[in-house]
């Protein structure tokens, strides 16, 4: 009689094992599926982003920049160059001529999920440099701190990454695994970040679907000139020694006024000393470890 309940028993609770698994692998599988779901669906966040360009003093510069998530890809970019890029291709679908486009390249970052990779984006004198890298393996710390930001519940974590240490707040509850410049890796949106000096900071203020992303739908026509980080930091450093070079030899043109908006001959050697000394002034690159060393 004993061994017969005791069968039943065992039998019951191993159904009820099984059962919950199942109950268990269903409802993980349901997650991955809503997170690919949303993965995969197109996204545009804006984010207000602010910087000190001379770290010595509190002056901030502020930029509108855009973040365009479509599929494995996503895209942060200032919103001053979708506007241009808008323009053009706006003009060119209905035969008007565009005078001028945008070169606000500073900070665009892609991120090719898929992969692996990112390209990072810099504004020479004339040209834009490209530089394709490994995607970073972050080492987020994620703490048990929350906090509202908006109507999202956020959670802190924090991260070292090349010569600042950042703090972030991501949203569970929007499970996009991105966030702005290279930052990502996080189980959800980064909606608040920034670095514990007070020279950068990102905040979201704006999420919303199945935005165009102007660039999958249409080829604009830019070249750029493809660089790993020696030969960004030897171009930065020419430019440093020679500044007005391509202005001298007739690739860029400049003019230079006196006071009642007379054009004068532009002093080469003085224009040099000004650049160079603005340049050191406001060496405070986003990635710290990477900023030039400028002779005084």
Same mark, same amino acid.
């Given at each position: 009689m004993y061994s017969e309940n005791s069968q039943s028993y065992i039998s019951f609770s191993s159904f009820f094992k099984l059962k919950t698994f199942w109950i268990k692998a269903i409802i993980l599988l349901l997650l991955i599926f809503n997170f690919n779901i949303l993965q995969s669906q197109k996204y545009r966040g804006t984010y207000?982003? &602010?910087?000190k360009e001379d770290s010595t003093k509190s002056d901030l510069t502020s930029k509108e920049m855009l973040l365009d998530i479509d599929g494995t890809s996503s895209r942060f970019y200032s919103y001053k160059l979708f506007k241009s890029d808008s323009t053009i291709i706006a003009n060119e679908k209905s035969g008007r001529e565009?005078?001028?486009r945008s070169l606000d390249y500073e900070f665009m970052v892609i991120k090719k999920r898929n992969e692996n990779q990112i390209s990072k984006f810099y504004k020479g004198l004339i040209d834009i440099y490209e530089m394709k890298e490994v995607a970073p393996n972050l080492q987020w710390k994620v703490s048990n701190t929350v906090k509202?930001?908006?109507?999202h519940q956020c959670q &802190?974590?924090?991260?070292?990454?090349?010569?600042?240490?950042?703090?972030?707040?991501?949203?569970a509850d929007i499970p996009i695994s991105d966030g702005p410049y290279i930052f990502s890796g996080l189980p959800g949106l980064i909606i608040s970040m920034s670095d514990t000096l007070g020279s950068y900071s990102f905040d979201l203020t704006a999420l919303k679907k199945n935005e165009e992303n102007i660039y999958t739908a249409n080829r604009l026509s830019l070249k750029t000139v493809p660089v790993n980080i020696k030969q960004l930091h030897k171009l930065y450093m020419d430019f440093?020694?020679?500044p007005y070079k391509e202005v001298k030899s007739g690739q860029a043109k400049m003019k230079v006024v006196d006071q009642d908006g007379k054009e004068i001959t532009p002093n080469f050697?003085?224009?040099t000393k000004i650049r160079q000394e603005s340049l050191r002034k406001t060496n405070n690159p986003i990635e710290l470890s990477e900023a030039i060393r400028y002779p005084h």
């Open positions: 207000s982003m &602010k910087y565009t005078k001028g509202m930001i908006g109507n &802190k974590a924090s991260l070292d990454y090349k010569g600042r240490t950042w703090e972030a707040w991501f949203a440093y020694n020679d050697q003085e224009l």
